[in-house]
C-alpha cells in the first residue's frame, strides 16, 4: 500500500534562518506530488506541484521554493525565512485525475 | 480563482444526531472529495466523487455529487464523540488541481 511522510512534525526557526521540509511518498510510481500550507483555521493554499523529477510549478509568489530530486521526494525550502512563513504545511501526492492523499504535516513556527 | 463556499462554516450537535453539510462552487467540478482533519494532522480522504449524481457510502458517512457539477453534500449518521473535527471539500475541473472550501467545523456534545 501507499504512504506518505513528511518530516520534520514540529519545527521552531528564527526569522532569515534557512528551511527545509521533507515528503516521502512509497509504494507508488511517478506520482504528482504537492506543497499546501494552511493558515489556522483556513483552507488550503496550493503552494507547489509536480508531475515528474524535477518539474516543479509554483501557484504563488513567496519566499519558498521546492524541488524533487527524486521520483517519490519532494523538498519546500527558503534560504531566509520570514514571520509570514509560519503555517501548517501539508505534503499531498494523487495519480492522474483520481483522489490526494496527505501527509501527517508539518508545523512551522517563524520567530 | 476558483472558490469553494461550505456550509455551515460550525456546527454543534448532539451525540447521536444526524449531520448535514454543503459545499458549492461557481464552476463545474468532475470530482469531488471530502476530507476529514483533526487537530495537528493531515487530511484523511474519507469519500470520492467522480460522477454527477453519484451517491457513495462510507461507514455512517455518506457524500453526493450534485446533478448541477456545481455542489456535494455529506451526511453523516448518527454522530458519535470521534466525529468531532473539521470537514473539507474539494472539487477539481479536468487538467486544473483540486480547489478547497474553507471548511465546516463539526463539534458533538455528549
Known amino acids: 500500500s501507499q504512504t506518505i511522510h513528511q518530516w520534520p512534525a514540529t519545527l521552531v526557526q528564527p526569522v532569515g534562518s534557512p528551511l527545509s521540509l521533507e515528503c516521502t511518498v512509497e509504494g507508488t510510481s511517478n506520482p504528482n506530488l504537492y506543497w499546501y500550507r494552511q493558515a489556522a483555521g483556513r483552507g488550503l493554499q496550493l503552494l507547489f506541484y509536480s508531475v515528474g523529477i524535477g518539474q516543479i510549478s509554483s501557484e504563488v509568489p513567496q519566499n519558498l521554493s521546492a524541488s524533487r530530486p527524486q521520483d517519490r521526494q519532494f523538498i519546500l525550502s527558503s534560504k531566509k525565512l520570514l514571520l509570514s512563513d509560519s503555517g501548517f504545511y501539508l505534503c499531498?501526492?494523487?495519480?492522474?485525475?483520481?483522489?490526494?492523499?496527505f501527509g501527517e504535516g508539518s508545523r512551522l513556527t517563524v520567530l | 480563482g476558483q472558490q469553494l463556499n461550505q456550509s455551515p462554516q460550525s456546527m454543534f450537535i448532539q451525540e447521536g444526531e444526524d449531520v448535514s453539510m454543503n459545499c458549492t462552487s461557481s464552476?463545474?467540478?468532475?470530482?469531488w472529495l471530502w476530507y476529514k482533519q483533526d487537530p495537528g494532522e493531515g487530511p484523511v480522504l474519507l469519500i470520492a466523487?467522480?460522477?454527477?449524481?453519484e451517491l457513495t457510502s462510507n461507514g455512517r458517512l455518506t457524500a453526493q455529487f450534485g446533478i448541477t457539477r456545481k455542489d456535494s453534500f455529506l451526511n453523516i449518521s448518527a454522530s458519535i464523540p470521534s466525529d468531532v473535527g473539521i470537514y473539507f471539500c474539494?472539487?477539481?475541473?479536468?487538467?486544473?488541481?483540486?480547489?478547497f472550501g474553507p471548511g465546516t467545523r463539526l463539534s458533538v456534545l455528549p
Open positions: 464552476s463545474i467540478f468532475n470530482t
Open positions: 466523487l467522480y460522477k454527477a449524481g
Open positions: 474539494a472539487g477539481r475541473s479536468y487538467g486544473q488541481n483540486f480547489v
Open positions: 499531498a501526492w494523487g495519480l492522474g485525475v483520481g483522489e490526494l492523499f
